[in-house]
Nanobody, 120 residues
Framework: QVQLVESGGGLVQPGGSLRLSCAAS????????MGWYRQAPGKQRELVAI???????NYADSVKGRFTVSRDNARNTVYLQLNSLKPEDTAVYYC??????????????WGQGTQVTVSS
């Protein structure tokens, strides 16, 4: 059993900032990567940012320079700092965890989602 607990969403004005957190717990053999996806109403879920165990990162073009993903490996926690927020960033943000199994496969887990609303 693996659990992901997210926190930090909310309502913010355009230009504002938020920080999302996601803590993983449970039977985790080895983490491959952690990150964030988002889904706006009527749209598909999309990658926002991801960070590997070694610290390599990948960002969606729409958030580069504004969002920063980071990890605390000791706490199995991933963070997303959202700066210079725009109304189009409004979405439910989902934590994503990829883990290696003992058989060498990759399992994927999702958090419950946290709402980010950018509005004046």
């Amino acid at each position: 059993q693996v659990q992901l607990v997210e926190s930090g969403g909310g309502l913010v004005q355009p230009g504002g900032s938020l920080r999302l957190s996601c803590a993983a717990s449970g039977s985790i053999f080895s983490i491959r990567a952690m990150g964030w996806y988002r889904q706006a109403p009527g749209k598909q879920r999309e990658l926002v940012a991801i960070i590997t165990k070694s610290g390599s990162t990948n960002y969606a073009d729409s958030v580069k320079g504004r969002f920063t993903v980071s990890r605390d490996n000791a706490r199995n926690t991933v963070y997303l700092q959202l700066n210079s927020l725009k109304p189009e960033d409004t979405a439910v943000y989902y934590c994503n965890l990829q883990v290696w199994t003992t058989a060498g496969a990759i399992d994927t887990y999702w958090g419950q989602g946290t709402q980010v609303t950018v509005s004046s």
